[in-house]
T-cell receptor
Framework: DAGVIQSPRHEVTEMGQEVTLRCKPI?????LFWYRQTMMRGLELLIY????????DSGMPEDRFSAKMPNASFSTLKIQPSEPRDSAVYFC????????????FGPGTRLTVT | GENVEQHPSTLSVQEGDSAVIKCTYS??????FPWYKQELGKRPQLIID?????GEKKDQRIAVTLNKTAKHFSLHITETQPEDSAVYFC???????????FGKGTKLSVKP
């Protein structure tokens, strides 16, 4: 398996623009997680899904952020409109679930909002 | 929610010395205790984990010890090498789902 795949790897956009980050989890994994990492706030969980259903989105900063998982092999994190304070590295991770809680992280998307 | 604290936040050791990082958590129902390593510019990766029915686990130069009564677990690295330099995160499982709560991280520097 290729591991967790994220795209794009880098994104530079202007304030006010819509940003869509994409993730393909490892095949067969039941859980998918979206994290944001900054120097100031560390690694924050934004939202996670179990079998494509959102379980906890309490980490989503505000209504500008939304996430979907239309099927077991694809998820998106959308920011609309983007702001400079959204600049961060966004990681997607997946795990098997009860049999193994190990989370496999994707390479991350470095987002810069100017 | 779960409260996770790591100490120290930074740690500098000489090559060959040992390093210990401690993680305290608040959820007494936690039953899975992993440590992740993140090298500069890379993704976090699991290096060792332990379940609540075991007190200690070793894998070559790294080990994790668990004290459920006191609600803390520690990462031990012996004979440190420059390639051990990284940020280490503890991430105890919280709740009934597969959710991990990551600590703030400990930056370990190993000086040759």
């Amino acid at each position: 398996d290729a591991g967790v795949i994220q795209s794009p790897r880098h994104e530079v956009t202007e304030m006010g623009q819509e940003v869509t980050l994409r993730c393909k989890p490892i095949s067969g994994h039941d859980y998918l997680f979206w994290y944001r990492q900054t120097m100031m706030r560390g690694l924050e969980l934004l939202i996670y899904f179990n079998n494509n259903v959102p379980i906890d989105d309490s980490g989503m900063p505000e209504d500008r952020f939304s996430a979907k998982m239309p099927n077991a092999s694809f998820s998106t994190l959308k920011i609309q409109p983007s702001e400079p304070r959204d600049s961060a590295v966004y990681f997607c991770a997946s795990s098997l679930g009860v049999t193994s809680y190990e989370q496999y992280f994707g390479p991350g998307t470095r987002l810069t909002v100017t | 929610g779960e409260n996770v604290e790591q100490h120290p936040s930074t740690l500098s050791v000489q090559e060959g010395d040992s390093a210990v990082i401690k993680c305290t958590y608040s959820d007494s129902a936690s039953n899975y205790f992993p440590w992740y390593k993140q090298e500069l510019g890379k993704r976090p990766q699991l290096i060792i984990d332990i379940r609540s029915n075991v007190g200690e686990k070793k894998d070559q130069r790294i080990a994790v010890t668990l004290n459920k009564t006191a609600k803390h677990f520690s990462l031990h690295i012996t004979e440190t090498q420059p390639e051990d330099s990284a940020v280490y995160f503890c991430a105890p499982k919280w709740g009934s789902q597969g959710n991990l709560i990551f600590g703030k991280g400990t930056k370990l520097s190993v000086k040759p």
